[in-house]
């Protein structure tokens, strides 16, 4: 079964300061993406950052960038110079395709609190 | 372009009473997604669908029923609400197996 994991139920950072939250995944597929979408208060599911797992290059978005470890199956977002409009549940999720499963699998989120 | 909308954005029912929830996108996407989420349970796939007139069960479809008549529209129904259906509905659309953009969600309660 494919899942993803992200043991970090909650964390916090200071404004202007760098986090790192973490996902690992489990798959026996070989071609599929992985994504971290961001939820704020305002319950909208927003794409952060894609991920082809073909790739060996990180996917970087502005202030966002990934740490992509395909044998570890590790997949870790790190926000750089965090802003208060960063609050928000962060979910990481992995969807394999060419094969028998094309569905988005997602974490059970993490959420980060950004503090002035 | 609005992107994915859906409607209504809330909704409180008893229990029995049926329902039908609208996704809707303008981006020409072949395939749409119906998820609830609840808390500590992240998103679960209800049903889904890969193009027209097809659809197809995600994770956890029991109580519901889909269709999809016309490319740009997925609906979702709950023909016998109960207390277990409470959460937030998410639609999702995508152009093949690839991201997902969501709309902004539908809470439900049933009561």
């Known amino acids: 079964a494919q899942t993803v994991t992200q043991s970090q139920p909650e964390m916090s950072v200071q404004e202007a300061e760098t986090v790192t939250l973490s996902c690992t995944y489990d798959t026996s597929e070989n071609n599929y993406y992985l994504f971290w979408y961001k939820q704020p208060p305002s319950r909208q599911m927003i794409l952060v950052i894609r991920q082809e797992a073909y790739k060996q290059q990180n996917a970087t978005e502005n202030r966002f960038s990934v740490n992509f470890q395909k044998a570890a199956k590790s997949f870790s977002l790190k926000i750089s110079d965090s802003q208060l409009g960063d609050t928000a549940m962060y979910f990481c999720a992995f969807i394999s395709y060419g094969g028998a499963t094309n569905k988005l699998i997602f974490g059970t989120g993490t959420l980060l609190a950004v503090q002035p | 372009n609005a992107g994915v909308t859906q409607t209504p954005k809330f909704r409180v029912l008893k229990t029995g009473q049926s329902m039908t929830l609208l996704c809707a996108q303008d981006m020409n996407h072949e395939y749409m997604y119906w998820y609830r989420q609840d808390p500590g349970m992240g998103l679960r796939l209800i049903h889904y669908s890969v193009g027209e007139g097809t659809t197809a069960k995600g994770e956890v479809p029991d109580g519901y029923n889909v269709s999809r008549l016309k490319k740009q529209n997925f609906l979702l129904g709950l023909e016998s609400a109960a207390p277990s259906q409470t959460s937030v509905y998410f639609c999702?659309?995508?152009?093949?197996?690839?991201?997902?953009?969501f709309g902004p969600g539908t809470r439900l309660t049933v009561l």
């Open positions: 999702a659309s995508s152009y093949r197996v690839d991201t997902q953009y």
